[in-house]
């Protein structure tokens, strides 16, 4: 009965003992060193710096979006596939907006002939009919002057009264009234449409194609393409790099939404290996180190490394060793360095340990 009752609490006091001395050990010794996952360099060196590192293209990965959800219609394109800048990618379904996209170009059209028809004023066909109604009026008009005349000279003789020259007078006038207002109709004619006809119907031709570029624009964004990524301080083409499809995360009928990635694309003709140091040991850090990449597991290949540059912000350090007194809430200095050309065996997102050195008596 006494060991039933007693045995218990005096193995937990000793396991509760065991775990004291146990941490304070841990905690009053040093970090134990954790070994590389590869061999060192071979070469007669001095490694002054180890780390981590991941390929990566020379553009870095690109994750292609779209900026308006919707449904997939058609992907165009497969993984591995080389595409070239502008290249269409995906389809998103957009039968109203293409609908719409016709109605605008149909309104244009439409203002765009009424502007025409504005240009173009006079017809040619209405001209002759104007101007042979002004060689009526002309005509008719000479014949009242010629009336009014002999009238005139009839009533100087008392031959006829005064009413009768007057009415013969007016009549003339009416007449002479006519001829001017044919004359000013052909003149309005020949002189075509008026100016401000012109820039009134200019300005409704520009609304339409205002209209109609904001229909294309929302079609266009559901029009997703490879982007055009030129690399710096190199002579490229024109149109940028061609891209090579790393991922595809979409399906013809499957939703795409602003926040995914539709696919992953990178330019492969030059890799890179994105090398994380921790912020523990910058000091050792200097762009003039040479440095190496070595692959891991059997077969393992060294590479020579070249210095690119260095992202100057640090990120949280995403790669922990293990150690129980390791820091999870350490960053990690990025640098960039290039692969040579023999190294396009290896592929996007592979690991590999980086070292940084200088050479004995170096």
Same mark, same amino acid.
């Given at each position: 009965?006494?060991?039933?009752?007693?045995?218990?609490?005096?193995?937990?006091?000793?396991?509760?003992?065991?775990?004291?001395?146990?941490? #304070?050990?841990?905690?009053?010794?040093?970090? *134990?060193?954790?070994? *590389? *996952?590869?061999?060192?360099?071979?070469?007669?060196?001095?490694?002054?710096?180890?780390?981590?590192?991941? !390929?990566?293209?020379?553009?870095?990965?690109?994750? !292609?979006?779209? *900026?308006?959800?919707?449904?997939?219609?058609?992907?165009?394109? @497969?993984?591995?596939?080389?595409?070239?800048?502008?290249?269409?990618?995906?389809?998103?379904?957009?039968?109203?907006?293409?609908?719409?996209?016709?109605?605008?170009?149909? =309104?244009?059209?439409?203002?765009?002939?009424?502007?025409?028809?504005?240009?173009?004023?006079? @017809?040619?066909? %209405? =001209?002759?009919?104007?101007?042979?109604? =002004?060689?009526?009026?002309?005509?008719?008009?000479?014949?009242?002057? %010629?009336?009014?005349?002999?009238?005139?000279?009839?009533?100087?003789?008392?031959?006829?009264?005064? %009413?009768?020259? &007057?009415?013969?007078?007016?009549?003339?006038?009416?007449?002479?009234?006519?001829?001017?207002?044919?004359?000013?109709?052909?003149?309005?004619?020949?002189?075509?449409?008026?100016?401000?006809?012109?820039?009134?119907?200019?300005?409704?031709?520009?609304?339409?194609?205002?209209?109609?570029?904001?229909?294309?624009?929302?079609?266009?964004?559901?029009?997703?393409?490879?982007?055009?990524?030129? =690399?710096?301080?190199?002579?490229?083409?024109?149109?940028?790099?061609?891209?090579?499809?790393?991922?595809?995360?979409? @399906?013809?009928?499957?939703?795409?939404?602003?926040?995914? #990635?539709?696919?992953?694309?990178?330019?492969?003709?030059?890799?890179? $290996? @994105?090398?994380?140091?921790?912020?523990?040991?910058?000091?050792?850090?200097?762009?003039?180190?040479?440095?190496?990449?070595?692959?891991?597991?059997?077969?393992?290949?060294?590479?020579?490394?070249?210095? $690119?540059?260095?992202?100057?912000?640090?990120?949280?350090?995403?790669?922990?060793?293990?150690?129980?007194?390791?820091?999870?809430?350490?960053?990690?200095?990025?640098?960039?360095?290039?692969?040579?050309?023999?190294?396009?065996?290896?592929?996007?997102?592979?690991?590999?340990?980086?070292?940084?050195?200088? &050479?004995?008596?170096?």
């Amino acid at each position: 009965m006494r060991l039933i009752r007693f045995g218990p609490p005096i193995v937990g006091a000793c396991m509760f003992a065991f775990a004291l001395f146990h941490v #304070a050990k841990v905690s009053e010794g040093e970090e *134990p060193r954790t070994n *590389p *996952p590869g061999q060192l360099p071979l070469t007669e060196v001095d490694v002054e710096l180890a780390g981590s590192g991941i !390929v990566e293209p020379a553009t870095e990965t690109v994750q !292609v979006g779209t *900026p308006v959800a919707g449904v997939a219609g058609v992907v165009d394109v @497969r993984q591995g596939e080389v595409v070239d800048p502008g290249k269409v990618l995906v389809r998103l379904n957009a039968e109203e907006f293409e609908a719409d996209v016709r109605v605008k170009k149909a =309104l244009l059209n439409e203002q765009n002939a009424k502007l025409a028809r504005l240009k173009a004023q006079p @017809r040619p066909e %209405e =001209l002759p009919a104007v101007e042979a109604r =002004l060689a009526e009026a002309k005509a008719l008009a000479l014949d009242q002057k %010629e009336q009014l005349d002999r009238n005139t000279a009839l009533a100087s003789r008392g031959a006829i009264g005064v %009413e009768e020259l &007057r009415r013969r007078e007016l009549t003339y006038l009416a007449y002479q009234s006519k001829q001017k207002a044919v004359e000013g109709e052909l003149e309005l004619l020949k002189a075509g449409a008026w100016k401000y006809d012109l820039q009134l119907q200019q300005s409704q031709v520009a609304s339409a194609e205002a209209h109609l570029a904001e229909s294309q624009a929302e079609l266009d964004r559901r029009t997703i393409r490879a982007p055009i990524i030129r =690399l710096h301080g190199e002579k490229t083409a024109e149109n940028g790099e061609k891209l090579t499809v790393l991922q595809v995360n979409v @399906r013809p009928g499957e939703q795409a939404r602003p926040e995914m #990635a539709l696919m992953l694309l990178g330019g492969l003709r030059k890799l890179h $290996v @994105r090398a994380d140091f921790d912020e523990n040991e910058l000091g050792k850090f200097s762009p003039s180190l040479e440095g190496e990449a070595r692959t891991r597991g059997k077969n393992s290949q060294t590479y020579p490394l070249r210095f $690119v540059r260095i992202d100057p912000y640090l990120v949280p350090k995403s790669a922990l060793r293990g150690a129980a007194t390791e820091r999870v809430d350490s960053r990690v200095l990025q640098v960039i360095y290039q692969l040579p050309a023999n190294a396009a065996s290896l592929f996007v997102g592979q690991q590999v340990d980086v070292f940084l050195y200088r &050479r004995a008596g170096g």
